[in-house]
Structure formats: structure tokens, C-alpha cells
Nanobody, 130 residues
Framework: QVQLVESGGGLVQPGGSLRLSCAASGFTLDYYPIGWFRRVPGKEREGVSCISSSDHSTKYADSVKGRFTISRDNAKNTVYLEMNSLKPEDTAVYYC???????????????????????WGQGTQVTVSS
């Protein structure tokens, strides 16, 4: 059974940091790019970052460049999202996603499109507030 489980969310003050984890099971993480998305109530999921499975190259939304870092540890079947200099506008539920029908090891041109993924975790809440 394919599973993605996010963890590491919480309440943090502006300027603070959090590290999110996405633990994968039921498939070989090594073969697939993984994306991080976020959603605020009333809006669609927004692509935040993606990491390829081949050379671990990365992509980021403009809103998080320079503040967020995505990484992966295939031996632990886990992808991470290190978030620094957090802002109130980063408040959202964060999800990781994978497309198990995707043939390729790099984050494609649609990496930040919700419909490009077919499996999601349950999400972890991140709240940035003083």
C-alpha cells in the first residue's frame, strides 16, 4: 500500500524555522521525484518545491527561494523540507506528493501543478504567528 506521511509541522514565530519530513512506504522512493505543496483554506494546493530522484536537482516557488531547502534520504525513504525565515504567509497545511505513473527521474515542467501528482499524504499544519 502506497503511503506518504508528513510530520514536523507546528506553531512557530515569524523568523523561525521548521523541518518537515515526508516518509514514504509501499514504493521505491529512489525512482521518483517528490513534490512539496501547501494549501490555505479556500485555495488550491500551491507547489512549493520538488526534488528529482536522479541527481537530486531541485525546484522552488519564487515565494520560498532562499528560505526553504528540499532534500532526500533514499536510504531512509524520506524527503525533507527545511523552512527558515518563516513568514505569516507561509501558514498552511503542507503536503508531499508523488506521481507513480511518471516516467522520469527529474522534476518535470509541471512539478508545481497539483494534477501532476497521484498520491498525497494527509498533510501537516504549519502556523507562523507571534
Amino acid at each position: 500500500q502506497v503511503q506518504l506521511v508528513e510530520s514536523g509541522g507546528g506553531l512557530v514565530q515569524p523568523g523561525g524555522s521548521l523541518r518537515l519530513s515526508c516518509a514514504a512506504s509501499g514504493f521505491t522512493l529512489d525512482y521518483y521525484p517528490i513534490g512539496w505543496f501547501r494549501r490555505v483554506p479556500g485555495k488550491e494546493r500551491e507547489g512549493v518545491s520538488c526534488i528529482s530522484s536522479s541527481d537530486h536537482s531541485t525546484k522552488y516557488a519564487d515565494s520560498v527561494k532562499g528560505r526553504f531547502t528540499i532534500s532526500r534520504d533514499n536510504a531512509k525513504n524520506t524527503v525533507y523540507l527545511e523552512m527558515n525565515s518563516l513568514k505569516p504567509e507561509d501558514t498552511a497545511v503542507y503536503y508531499c506528493g508523488v506521481d507513480l505513473l511518471y516516467i522520469g527521474r527529474s522534476c518535470g515542467s509541471s512539478w508545481d501543478t497539483e494534477s501532476a501528482y497521484d498520491h498525497w499524504g494527509q498533510g501537516t499544519q504549519v502556523t507562523v504567528s507571534s
